[in-house]
């Protein structure tokens, strides 16, 4: 770190302090360009480290910058703003009113509950930082306003829970403040006055030539497509050298911004120093010098140091957290990108139930909503021409006609369902069904508040058995996995049929099912029961090349002793996250199904 203030002193600090130190220069960099960063994503839960977190920044900014605070559930009106109601019914013709957006220009937007933040209300934030401005263009109002603020964006979600990716993508910084306790949250000897020259001496740091290239070319080693990336890392490098009080940019100050602003967005592991394998001893040539002529020595240097590129990667890459490292080697092969299966389960709109999104033009009727708010805002800039005395006007003090009605919409999640495909043949089977039921088990114990179902068949013999339907109830699962047989062949083809039409079944009934298979993929009994390796095959790639039609998102987990390729070939078929797990327990194949949950 360039700025000795945060910087960890001559030992290597524990983990959490460390962190928490980098979430301290984080803070500063973001008070000193909060527009140029874009942003922070702040993953925390309420509590003393977030709030301690919140507090130092709110301690860098100064002191008058307005600092507005969007609700998850905020409506269009207040965020882009739109009619006054109250002065355009008592003035009776339209006044407009700032929204929070126009209202934050110059300082901070803080979302709360980023994760659960609309689609809509994330887009038209996004666009306003794209632009500067938000335009209202509503109501028969038609104004643009200055609109130039960053944004923090508290989430809280859980591990299926994560704020829109059109509003991430635009901010720079990213904090996990997750695992961080109470004895890491030291006093940081960051200084208000310093962050504030050094927001005053932005304007004049100037950039070295191969900075932006180096940056560029870490984003594309770390797998990240977005431009952005490497511009939001270039002005976090030209902050942390405003901090430090130069107007140059220097190394230390880009390797630092690629840690903070590129390695939490790496999509791949990037490509680590191999150690270098001894060549083998070639006989000089003639070309070459010999031993007693002089060598140049003008480009030794040049290659006994690592150019800026290399070290800007290795900056990043060892910023790279243990766990965000573990999420990459699981998503290597995403499912397919169309179907999502968070434990949340999949959106969708409903008339009278779930959270309001919205209103629109309709009639009330039985099971719909009227929205008498946004019916009086529509009707409200018609009232001076609905006054008594206009053709066919009343003496109502508010004219409100069928076509100013507005009700209300609603979007709830569905459920979502873990279906369990066991191979319980051969003498791995009670090691297999064993590691299911601790999984489902732990999969259960939660799912109160997850809204999980699961369900568990097993296939063995000749065919396939539901062993236990979708079920939210611990005490139930418990009672009926307390006996589980196996033994037998391998009818891997009636297994993934068992459980697709499962998976479909529940898709009927607004469930969102992901499927998790536990097999080595060696089949030996076809479809018809019979034993034969080919035909067994044959019919195991053709049911899972329906699944995949039938666009069901599923895990498969080789439980072979070592990856074995028909197991990858066969989730290749059914388009399939791969995963070989040769030695699962019960908890590493919970928190396998909860990475593939989480996308």
């Not at 053709?391 to 279906?419: H, L, M, N, P, Y």
Request: charged share 25%; aromatic share 2%; glycine share 8%.
């Amino acid at each position: 770190m360039p700025d000795s203030a945060v910087a960890p002193p001559s030992e290597d600090p524990p983990p959490g302090l460390r962190a928490w130190r980098t979430a301290g220069l984080a803070a500063a960099v973001f008070a000193i360009d909060p527009r140029g960063l874009g942003g922070v994503v702040l993953r925390a839960q309420v509590g003393p480290v977030r709030t301690r977190w919140t507090a130092l920044l709110k301690a860098l900014l100064p002191a008058d910058l307005p600092v507005r605070r969007v609700p998850a559930g905020i409506s269009d009106d207040r965020l882009i703003g739109g009619l006054d109601l109250t002065a355009t019914l008592r003035s009776g013709k339209p006044v407009a009113e700032k929204g929070l957006l126009a209202e934050a220009d110059g300082g901070v937007l803080v979302l709360a509950m980023a994760e659960r933040l609309s689609p809509a209300a994330a887009a038209r934030i996004a666009l306003t930082l794209d632009s500067g401005e938000v335009a209202v263009e509503r109501d028969g109002l038609a104004a643009r306003l200055p609109a130039r603020f960053g944004v923090v964006a508290e989430d809280e979600g859980l591990a299926d829970e994560a704020p829109p990716v059109v509003l991430t993508e635009r901010l720079g910084l990213f904090l996990d403040l997750e695992r961080l306790s109470l004895r890491d949250l030291v006093e940081l000897p960051l200084d208000a006055e310093k962050v504030a020259a050094a927001r005053a001496l932005l304007s004049r740091v100037e950039v070295g030539e191969g900075t932006l290239e180096a940056l560029c070319g870490t984003a594309v080693a770390l797998g990240i497509a977005s431009l952005r990336a490497p511009l939001r890392a270039l002005r976090a490098a030209c902050a942390l050298a405003a901090l430090s009080g130069r107007t140059e940019v220097e190394d230390a100050d880009v390797e630092t911004a690629a840690a903070l602003v590129l390695a939490p967005r790496a999509t791949r592991v990037p490509m680590s120093a191999q150690p270098n394998e001894p060549e083998e001893e070639t006989p000089p040539s003639e070309s070459e010098p010999s031993p007693e002529e002089p060598r140049d020595d003008s480009d030794a240097g040049e290659s006994s140091e690592p150019d800026l590129s290399d070290r800007v990667l290795e900056a990043a890459a060892a910023a790279i957290s243990r766990g965000l490292l573990d999420k990459l080697k699981l998503a290597g092969q995403g499912p397919r990108g169309t179907q999502t299966a968070g434990t949340a389960g999949v959106a969708k709109l409903s008339l009278r139930r779930g959270r309001p999104i919205g209103a629109h033009a309709g009639r009330p009727r039985p099971g719909v909503r009227l929205n008498l708010v946004e019916t009086l805002r529509a009707a409200a800039p018609w009232q001076r021409l609905r006054r008594p005395g206009t053709t066919g006007q009343t003496g109502a003090r508010i004219a409100i006609r069928a076509e100013d009605f507005r009700v209300t919409r609603f979007k709830q999640r569905s459920e979502t369902a873990t279906i369990f495909a066991v191979d319980a043949s051969g003498s791995t089977a009670f090691n297999r069904l064993a590691e299911a039921k601790g999984a489902v088990e732990l999969l259960l114990a939660d799912c109160y508040v997850r809204r999980d179902q699961v369900a568990l068949l097993a296939f063995r013999g000749s065919t396939a058995e539901l062993l236990l339907p979708p079920t939210r109830s611990l005490v139930r699962t418990k009672r009926a996995l307390a006996a589980l047989p196996g033994g037998g062949g391998t009818p891997l083809a009636a297994g993934i049929d068992a459980a697709a039409g499962l998976g479909i079944d529940l898709l009927r009934r607004g469930i969102t099912p992901l499927l998790v298979f536990l097999t080595d993929g060696q089949a030996n009994i076809a479809r018809d029961g019979q034993p034969g390796r080919p035909q067994a095959r044959e019919d195991a790639e053709a049911a899972a090349r329906r699944l995949a039609n039938q666009r069901l998102t599923a895990l498969l987990i080789d439980t072979s002793a070592r990856p074995n390729e028909k197991a990858r070939s066969l989730a290749a078929v059914m388009e399939a996250l791969y995963l070989p797990l040769p030695q699962a327990d019960a908890r590493k194949l919970d928190a396998a199904v909860r990475a593939t949950l989480a996308g």
